[in-house]
């Protein structure tokens, strides 16, 4: 076995890169899916649920009240093309790239020729069902911010040492 | 320190770990079905424990296993045996790092916890933990992993189920990240396997209870902090050397605070969240002491930080504390289930070393080299790797991983136009002036503004 193989703290995961998050305040590589949650331009109260399948490039994209978007009809809307470029920022787009199957043409693939490489299969239209898991996990992960700090020791946290690589 | 020590090769360590790898290789494929190889690496780690209590159970469960039939009983006891192994392995890695340090030897011994009812929560993580077994790391897919997505949420609001919360939560990220096993090229097969024994055990309800040691009253001079986080969650620890008010001698201690937290809260996010809740993390990076009085501590020598008992003192250079207050500090016990070499991080002062930077940066203390870091310092904050190797002293944690022992960083002491200048990795915990420092926390103020406007609108709808 390697190294690698033989380390306790062995990295598998990068840590998230920082964002702003005014826009698309969710993203996740989850569910054989890119999927995410976008802030509606016009209503304040309004959020959409995106996504894009691995592979197919199916996409879907509606209201958290399963309303869906007039601009995704055909082909990606711009919530969808919002959501693969903040995907970009926050994984890298390498790592968007692998999760999605999608063949990297020449040179850096960025969160434009991905969506580009991606619409250019003319991809289905998805269903919106997965739109209503999405949403409560955007919830799941904004509860976080309601849980209680505690000064008790967590020793497995020891497992988890930081690491300066980026995705 | 004795660095030609640590150099040095340990009785039994090599077959000890050759036993932890043969069960972990077993868990790769999976005790679904297990082939012969996978039969003979539970033997192994059956016969590695043979002599001691865990015998009887451990042999007839690696039979079980052995034969696709394991029990979750059984699942306990192999992630007992491998547990204690592993803890062999850290007591005989700690008495080499004692003897290299040079420090009192600390005599206090850290009782077992007592037995409780089990929770249903608990009960279903060791479900999970046990259908993860079976499928094994190759074996995973979307639907074993999301088992744990429901029993973590329900754990993460009871403060008593924290810590195998925040383990599962990170566990499972990584898990997720993964899927399918089976086209994973490599795998952390130690790591995992560690995870999973880890959360087994703390299923056993009581095994997350440390006892109390009283409380404590006297000066406190922090030496640095320790950050560890995934995506979900952070902690920030600070080890000190604590001065008894009573004259007694010396003792190292730790003061930590954690909180669960979304992956898009990162670098400086981290100390906005844990500041309001310790003290202790202003008073180090103003580079002051404390004083506690009626503080409680763990038997561990964990402080249970509460601001009420502290208040901040006099100003102390934290490698005046290294130079001076650390060589006569004693060292906590460590309870035994946290007997596991991850969890070694042994305070020591470095100087008068030759940095080197040929595959990593190492310090050449008296013609030994010893592996520098750097990959742990927080990118949240003023040190860097490149101050590491221009350094002439450091404050560090020695820690042991993967066959080696290596030094983490916590601060050093550079010289700039002939001036000695101190750079701690925690520099920003409290807050911070400098200018990269006001960015960062600039943008993290407004992610996390961002997800609380988010959450009042869209949360309890």
Known sequence: MSDWERSSTARVIAPARPRKLAKVPFVELADGRLQGVVSSGSDIERVYVSSVGARTYAFACSTNNNRPCGGARGSFCNHIRALINEAV????????????????ADGEPSGQTLAAAMSATRPPQGDTKAAAPVFSRFLRHLAYLELAPTTAPLPEMQWFPPTRAVA | ???????????????????????????????????????????????????????????????????????????????????????????????????????????????????????????????????????????????????????????????????????????????????????????????????????????????????????????????????????????????????PADGGAPRLVRAGVSVPKPDTVVGAGLWQLLRPHMSLLAAVSEGRSMDLVGMPVTAEGDLLWNDEHARTGEP??????????????????????????AR?????????????????????????????????????GPLTPAAVAASGSCIGLLRWDAGTYRVQPLAVETTVRKKTVAIHAGGWAGGTTD????????????AVAVLRERAGRLLRK
């Not at chain 1, 920022?89 to 990297?104: D, F, I, M, T």
């Not at chain 2, 803890?87 to 040079?102: I, N, T």
């Open chain 2, 316 to 341: 102390a250079d934290a490698f005046v504390t290294a130079r001076i207050v650390l060589p006569t500090a004693t060292d906590p016990a460590t309870a035994p289930l946290d007997r596991h070499p």
């Open chain 2, 1 to 243: 320190m004795r660095a030609d020590l640590l150099a040095e090769t340990i009785a039994g360590l090599d077959e000890a770990l050759a036993a932890v790898d043969a069960f972990d290789r077993a868990l790769v494929g999976g005790l679904l079905r297990p082939q012969p190889a996978q039969a003979g690496g539970l033997t192994e780690l059956a016969h590695a424990v043979a002599g001691t209590p865990l015998a009887a159970r451990v042999a007839e469960a690696a039979g079980k296993a052995a034969a696709g039939s394991a029990s979750e009983d059984h699942f306990v006891a192999l992630a007992a045996a491998r547990t204690a192994l592993l803890g062999s392995v850290h007591d005989a890695l700690m008495v080499r790092l004692e003897e290299a340090s040079g420090r009192p030897r600390g005599e206090a011994t850290v009782p077992a916890p007592g037995e409780r009812q089990a929770a249903n929560l608990l009960v279903a993580a060791r479900s999970w933990l046990s259908d993860l077994a079976r499928s094994g790391w190759q074996g995973i897919d979307h639907d074993v992993v999301a088992g744990a997505a429901p029993i973590v949420s329900a754990m993460l609001v009871d403060p008593a189920l924290r810590r195998l919360a925040t383990l599962l939560d990170g566990f499972a990220a990584e898990l997720v990240a993964s899927c399918p096993g089976a086209a994973l090229e490599r795998i952390p097969a130690r790591r995992w396997a560690d995870l999973w024994s880890r959360a087994m055990l703390l299923t056993l309800p009581g095994a997350a209870e440390v006892p109390m040691a009283g409380t404590v009253t006297g000066r406190l001079l922090p030496l640095g902090v320790d950050v560890q986080e995934h995506a979900t969650a952070v902690q920030a620890q600070v080890h000190a050397v604590f001065e």
């Open chain 1, 89 to 104: 920022l926050q994984y890298g787009a390498e790592r968007v790239a692998r999760y999605l199957r999608v063949e990297s």
């Open chain 2, 344 to 380: 070694i991080a042994v305070p020591v002062f470095l100087e008068g070393y030759a940095t080197g930077n040929d595959d990593a940066l190492t310090f050449t203390i008296a013609g030994h080299p010893l592996t520098v870091d750097t990959d742990r310092i927080p990118t949240a």
């Open chain 2, 435 to 446: 200018k990269a420092g006001i960015k960062a926390e600039k943008a993290a103020t407004d």
